[in-house]
């Protein structure tokens, strides 16, 4: 009989190594759940450390967005704003434990610019897309589904889902009166140099930029059928309990008409406006339903094999996956932590960071950004 104990012992002990987690979901207007940092033997002192720094490191530039982004892409020729701003408030910022608020500081239910950290809603609207067979698979030709001009020609027709979740594609034209080749310009060179230059074959170089990232929105606006704000919101921000105070935007002229009906397409990032205007809490929402691999309680939003493929390292970007920087040993690795972290990050300090070996979740709105990775190694000693 020792044998058959033994296998049922290990049965056991597998089973519950793989067990889904038991994590706190707060209802919509729920208060949501405070506990003491020593329910979870975390050093309360040291955590007090942590925001007490992200109260003293806030991000240097002006609280008028509008200055801070004129100022922050100068050197972008023909740059301007096309979209809405709005002037922001101080730090703000949660840390979930297992779900349950183990630290938050500043006005966690103020709306916000989040610029970047809009990347990381597109990408999963994208996954909604493929989950539910929109999107065959990702290494499908944007070409085949996207065939209005947007995707002629020998390059851009070789540019596939993949590469424009992964910002490797190089497309090249212009949208919304956006040039590619005028969005975050290499230091060298002029005009001519950016507008000429070689393109590089898709999958090959990954370049941070607007205007291929505003296309990905176009094309999945097309693939939906409807405005992508109305896909976030039925199919994910309903169903996490977010508040209905978030809103997703595009520049002011960026209709395109489907099926009839005139729509706005929105964009991925903030930098020249528009994008994802969104609290502390909400995004604290967004960030728990990944620690939990897109599950809310009993409700499984967007499948693990899309997070899955989300958080791979691209092939030119260790650090990057889809529209998620990942803490992989690359430029970006903060030193000592988890590999298994992965982030939204975006202008101004804003950050959802998901650190699925400690089951946290944590939230920054306006840190100084090259103290991101001190943050988190406060964060991690606190742990200890």
């Known amino acids: 009989m020792k044998y058959p104990i033994l296998i049922l012992f290990y049965l056991f002990s597998f089973g519950t190594l793989f067990a889904q987690k038991d994590y706190y979901f707060p209802e919509r207007n729920e208060v949501w ?209 977010a508040s209905t105070t978030w809103r997703w935007h595009g520049y002011e002229h960026a209709w395109t008409e489907i099926d009839g009906v005139r729509m706005k397409s929105v964009t991925g990032g903030g930098h020249s406006g528009a994008g994802m205007f969104i609290s502390t809490e909400d995004m604290a929402r967004f960030g728990l339903l990944f620690l939990n691999q897109g599950k809310w309680e009993d409700q499984q939003l967007i499948s693990e094999d899309w997070i899955k493929k989300a958080i791979l390292p691209s092939k030119p970007n260790v650090n990057y996956g889809y529209m998620w920087w990942l803490n992989k040993k690359g430029d970006r690795h903060w030193e000592g932590l988890s590999e298994d972290i992965y982030y939204a990050a975006g202008f101004g300090g804003n950050y959802i960071v998901i650190d699925r070996e400690n089951d946290l979740v944590v939230v920054m709105r306006w840190l100084e950004p090259s103290k991101i990775g001190e943050f988190m190694t406060m964060l991690s000693a606190a742990l200890k």
Request: negative net charge.
């Open 33 to 241: 759940e405070i506990k003491a940092p020593n329910t979870f033997e975390i050093d309360e002192k040291k955590l007090q450390e942590v925001v007490d720094f992200a109260w003293e490191n806030e991000y240097s530039g002006s609280r008028d967005l509008r200055i801070a982004i004129l100022k922050g892409f100068e050197r972008e020729p023909f740059h301007e704003i096309l979209g809405p701003t709005k002037k922001r408030g101080g730090p703000a910022g949660m840390i979930l434990k297992n779900g349950y608020i183990i630290a938050h500081w500043g006005d966690t239910k103020r709306v916000d610019m989040t610029f970047s950290v809009t990347k990381s809603f597109l990408s999963t609207v994208a996954g909604l897309a493929e989950d539910r067979g929109l999107i065959a698979q990702t290494n499908d030709k944007v070409a085949n589904y996207i065939w209005d001009g947007t995707f002629d020609g020998e390059h851009n027709g070789k540019i596939t889902w993949e590469h424009l979740l992964q910002q490797n594609s190089d497309w090249s034209g212009e949208l919304w009166g956006g040039k590619d080749w005028a969005d975050r310009p290499p230091r060298e060179g002029d005009l001519d140099d950016w507008k000429f230059r070689k393109l590089n074959e898709p999958g090959t170089v990954m370049e941070y930029n607007d205007v291929r990232v505003n296309v990905l929105a176009y094309a999945l606006t097309h693939v939906w059928r409807k405005p992508l704000p109305m896909v976030l919101k039925e199919n994910i921000m309903d169903k996490i309990g």
